[in-house]
């Protein structure tokens, strides 16, 4: 059994601005069940959503800040929460990295130092909690300082770093390490430095034992020049430490137990699915038809996640039998775009902004196919969630949707392995043969069964995962 600090800004259900969040309570959930004794730290915001007391358990300082470790359980499991409590730095409202205006706090770099800092007294037990971690796995940018910090330390635990999405990479100007009193030794090019900047990802990066991402594209993705925002030269230095693995699906999504859809169903009753389908029509004022292709989506409107592309192709698309339902926010210009298309073509088009959970379940449960044209992907969940559902996802090939969709070719419909639909290149007009590709399919009920019974077959259980990180784990001498 070993002792797992699991560093990570955001944990679900208690703050959630992404997949993150998701993976922050669903890896340390099942290492538990592998027998595995995990400790999940992330600062205590007031934006938390406690349904519970946390205790205080230790008090230290850190810096010139004095700081509270307060303990919890994160709801429905046995896995251990600790809460890094410093007002000063994490007692604003809202979301735990931007102000209401979208931008980023002025003061992250001292904000995330702090809570660096904090969860390396905790994992070398300097705080007397009796609790020295065998393992320290960090998330992220804001965490990145971790294994750079602890580099230094006497006898310190071993790290890994994983990378949910190199996009975001803690980049700060060069005041940034006197204000936070880094190390001189941590401020070379080889260390921290970055064109003159500091990044606290290359912390991660340079000194973690080993480096993951979410899956194994995503890992050769980011040693190109394309998407490895000028580190692509260090992860192929790190190849032989780097390794991708794929994110687990949380048991909360399974048509056979969900409670927020319409009607229960498996992969043996599939008829059962339509059922979801005319209630999501229902709900969202679409004229009830169950024999009409609805293609669902549930995004952050931004360009990451091909909306542009969508909307290059909502004109002829929205000439086609077929309804598409849409849920999100994000860049304003996209979701106004997609407001006027929804109000032209009230009959085949509803648009959600902002997030709802049922909404977005019935959504997997009640459409045909799921849309995730993005341009670059590390993992995604819901072309998983999808396959789950018997909702057949249309990708392009990237990141962590090519990993986990086999494309519907005539050699995969034969020996029962297509699950979804993918296509190559970032462009409107690929997107929208790939669509019509499915709805070509879609008139072959017989196909699109077998389609559907293939992809809910598929296993995306975390256990899997977790089993990866745990050889993981015991690989590092």
Same mark, same amino acid.
């Given at each position: ?320 039998? %077929?309804?598409?339902?849409? @849920?999100?926010?994000?860049?304003? #210009?996209?979701?106004? =775009? $997609? *407001?006027?298309? !929804? ?91 790939? %669509?019509?590709?499915?709805? @070509?399919?879609?008139?072959?009920? #017989?196909?699109?069964? =077998? $389609? *559907?019974?293939? !992809? ?22």
């Amino acid at each position: 059994m070993k002792k797992i600090l699991f560093v990570t800004s955001e944990v679900h259900p208690l703050i959630k601005t992404g997949g993150l969040a998701d993976v922050s309570s669903s890896l340390p959930k099942a290492l538990v069940s592998l027998g595995q004794e995990v400790r999940v730290i992330v600062p205590n915001y007031r934006a938390l959503k406690l349904e519970q007391m946390p205790n205080i358990i230790a008090l230290f300082r850190v810096g010139h800040h004095t700081v509270q470790l307060l303990e919890m359980t994160l709801p429905n499991s046995d896995v251990v929460v600790w809460l890094v409590d410093c007002p000063e730095y994490f007692g604003m409202e809202g979301n735990p990295y931007v102000d209401s205006d979208g931008n980023s706090y002025p003061n992250n770099p001292e904000r995330f130092a702090l809570f660096c800092r904090a969860a390396i007294e905790v994992a070398m037990d300097r705080i007397n909690l009796n609790w020295k971690a065998d393992i320290v796995h960090c998330n992220d940018w804001q965490t990145g300082l971790v294994p750079a910090l602890l580099s230094m330390e006497y006898r310190c635990p071993p790290t890994v770093f994983t990378i949910h999405n190199l996009a975001y990479q803690g980049l700060f100007n060069g005041l940034t390490a006197a204000m936070v009193q880094l190390p001189s030794q941590l401020l070379s090019p080889d260390g921290l430095e970055f064109h003159g900047m500091i990044s606290f990802i290359k912390g991660g990066i340079v000194y973690a034992d080993k480096i993951t991402t979410v899956s194994p594209t995503y890992a050769q993705d980011i040693q190109t020049p394309e998407l490895g925002y000028g580190l692509e030269g260090l992860l192929v230095y790190r190849d032989e430490d780097l390794t991708g693995i794929i994110n687990g699906v949380d048991d909360d999504w399974n048509p056979e137990n969900d409670q927020l859809i319409t009607k229960n169903y498996n992969a043996s009753s599939l008829d059962d699915k339509v059922a979801n389908k005319t209630a999501l029509q229902a709900r969202l004022h679409l004229p009830v038809d169950e024999k009409v292709f609805v293609l669902g989506l549930i995004s952050r409107l931004v360009e990451q996640k091909g909306i542009d592309m969508l909307l290059d192709c909502l004109p002829e698309l929205l000439t086609l039998p %077929i309804q598409i339902v849409l @849920l999100g926010s994000g860049d304003k #210009d996209f979701e106004q =775009q $997609l *407001q006027q298309f !929804a109000a032209a073509y009230p009959h085949k088009m509803a648009l959600t902004l902002g997030y709802n959970e049922t909404l977005a379940h019935l959504i997997e449960a009640g459409a045909d196919v799921f849309l995730m044209p993005s341009r670059f992907e590390p993992c995604g969940l819901n072309q998983m969630y999808s396959q789950s559902y018997g909702t057949l996802p249309i990708v392009r090939n990237t990141g962590g949707l090519a990993d986990t969709v086999v494309d519907t070719l005539p050699e995969t419909i034969e020996d029962c392995t297509a699950t979804g639909f993918v296509f190559n290149d970032a462009h409107a007009g690929t997107f929208l043969e790939a %669509i019509k590709r499915a709805t @070509l399919l879609y008139s072959f009920p #017989d196909v699109w069964r =077998q $389609l *559907q019974i293939n !992809a809910m077959r598929r296993d995306f259980s975390w256990q899997n995962s977790a089993a990866q990180y745990l050889a993981l784990y015991e690989s590092i001498e």
